[in-house]
């Protein structure tokens, strides 16, 4: 049976209206995240669309040594539970061991797990016991049938206000691809199943850094909303080519109205027909 999760007010699944995750990679400053909250809400709450804002503290698996981590832990997560309270929106961000779920969890709503770390069963229980919601990736390398393990961990401590999502497989070779079958069989373990289609568009460790291809952003979330999804993650950002952090995948502020747009439209018409699987 398809389960609703709930974060806040926001019902998540089992025929509800699509919810937006959306936000800046990783908190760079207040200015630019504060911006990009306070646009978010005013775009989803004119198309009257649910909203969670997303963002992460710190970015623990960076290709390079180089690679922007964080500002700092505390400045970040204070930052974001400063704009959860400013702009009244629930919160999500990623956490990256047993530690940061505890942590983490006293500043935001919903918890990520990491792709990179979906099997780490430690992560995965310690996330459950904050009684949070828990939002696990798919990671690059796995069967989409095999999430269910991961969701097992998690619910193993009583907490089953679990999404999953997907964010494209690899099979090396610098690209990711998009397999819209996934989606479905994720869905058949009964939890709510997110599309990430800035993730998606991404090409791993192109010279020591990841980088993208932002021009299939539409396709990837039209696509993935017409097959069947409960929310849609997007990482967004006033000016991409300077975000500190995948600045060659996320999506311009600026478009994130056309596309919420089109993808409600899709949606909307999605859920006038009756959801049938053929999934075992």
């Known amino acids: 049976m398809a389960k609703i999760v ?158 999953l999502t997907e964010r494209g497989t690899t099979f090396g070779y610098h690209n990711l691809v998009v397999d819209m079958r996934s989606l479905p069989i994720m869905r058949s373990t009964g939890y709510p199943v997110v599309i990430d289609a800035t993730h998606s568009v991404q090409l791993p460790s192109i010279g020591g850094k990841s980088g993208g291809r932002p021009e299939f952003i539409f396709h990837i979330a039209r696509a993935a909303v017409a097959v069947g999804v409960d929310a849609i993650f997007l990482e967004t950002h006033p000016e991409p080519s300077k975000a500190l952090s995948d600045a060659a995948s996320q999506l311009k502020l600026d478009y994130l109205y056309d596309l919420l747009y089109q993808v409600k439209q899709i949606d909307e018409l999605v859920k006038k027909f009756e959801q049938t699987s053929i999934v075992k």
Not at 85 to 101: G, K
């Open 6 to 163: 709930e974060v806040k007010n926001i019902k998540i699944g089992a025929g509800n209206p699509i919810v937006v995750i959306a936000g800046p990679c990783v908190v760079e400053n207040y200015e630019i995240t504060y911006e990009t909250a306070k646009r978010a809400k005013e775009i989803t709450s004119e198309l009257g669309m649910p909203f969670i804002f997303k963002s992460s503290y710190k970015k623990a698996n960076r290709t390079s040594l180089e690679g922007f981590s964080t500002i700092g832990e505390k400045v970040a997560l204070e930052i974001l539970s400063q704009i959860r309270q400013e702009l009244d929106i629930p919160v999500l961000t990623d956490i990256h061991s047993e530690a940061e779920a505890e942590m983490a969890a006293e500043y935001v709503d919903v918890l990520q797990i990491p792709a990179f770390l979906c099997r780490q069963t430690e992560i995965l229980i310690a996330a459950g016991r904050t009684g949070k919601v828990v939002n696990i990736k798919k990671g690059q390398f796995m069967a989409p049938e095999d999430m269910r393990y991961a969701a097992e961990k998690v619910a193993s401590t009583g907490n089953d206000k679990i999404l």
